[in-house]
């Protein structure tokens, strides 16, 4: 089984902390993603990586940012926390799968709140 | 942009009701997945359909492929309360790293 794991399940900061959310894969996959869902807004991707050291910007990637310096780990690095970046945070990995399809299998989140 | 709509946005039924959640895009996909999400948890994988037509069956869950590869259909048979929750409908295709994620339907079924 796919297992994908996070640092916390909950987590509380202040304005302007440096705030670090960490994934662990354990597959092997060579794609990770970091999302974050808030109510009626869906999930939105901030970053995603391909590689080792790579990284490309998803469709909020402002006020973030992220590291991958080993295959099995993504980081995501919010530089100084704010109030509205309180939401879920998902992360997920993904591969080919037998068919080709690059299914996602996600971590069970943290819930960041920002005071 | 590629975008998927998922409809109906919210639904509420009792036990024992069938119901049908579609999704539906002007793109096309190279394949498509749904996933569950639980209330404070992370989206679970249910299915990947690849090829345009294609049903799959998960105990009482019933998945479609549209032939266009543009839209899918997830059909409950008898639905239960622990068939609740949100369930997200992802395409992708193969020369794009990223999926496009519908914005959910919202399930609760009442015992």
């Known amino acids: 089984d796919v297992k994908v794991t996070q640092s916390s399940r909950y987590l509380v900061k202040r304005t302007g902390e440096k705030v670090f959310l960490e994934c662990v894969q354990d597959?092997?996959?060579?794609?990770m993603f970091w999302y974050r869902q808030d109510p009626g807004l869906g999930l939105r991707l901030i970053y995603f990586?391909?590689?080792?050291?790579?990284?490309e910007k998803g469709d909020i990637p402002e006020g973030y940012s992220v590291s991958r310096e080993k295959k099995e780990r993504f980081s995501l690095i919010l530089e100084s926390a704010s109030t509205n970046q309180t939401s879920m945070y998902l992360c997920?990995?993904?591969?080919?799968?037998?068919?080709?399809?690059?299914?996602?299998?996600f971590g069970p989140g943290t819930r960041l709140t920002v005071t | 942009t590629q975008l998927l709509e998922q409809s109906p946005q919210f639904l509420s039924i009792q036990e024992g009701e069938n119901l049908t959640v579609y999704c539906n895009s002007s793109?096309?996909?190279?394949?498509l997945q749904w996933y569950r999400q639980e209330p404070g948890e992370g989206p679970v994988l249910l299915v990947t359909?690849?090829?345009?037509?294609e049903v799959k069956k998960l105990k009482r869950l019933t998945f479609q492929f549209g032939d266009a590869r543009k839209d899918s259909s997830l059909h409950i048979t008898a639905a239960q309360p622990g068939d609740t929750g949100l369930y997200l409908c992802?395409?992708?295709?193969?020369?794009?790293?990223?999926?496009?994620f519908g914005d959910g339907t919202t399930l609760t079924v009442k015992p």
């Open positions: 997920a990995s993904s591969s080919p799968g037998l068919e080709g399809a690059y299914e996602q299998y």
């Open positions: 597959m092997d996959h060579e794609n």
């Open positions: 990586s391909y590689d080792v050291k790579m990284k």
């Open positions: 793109s096309v996909f190279s394949s």
């Open positions: 359909v690849v090829t345009g037509g």
């Open positions: 992802a395409g992708h295709n193969t020369n794009a790293g990223k999926s496009t």
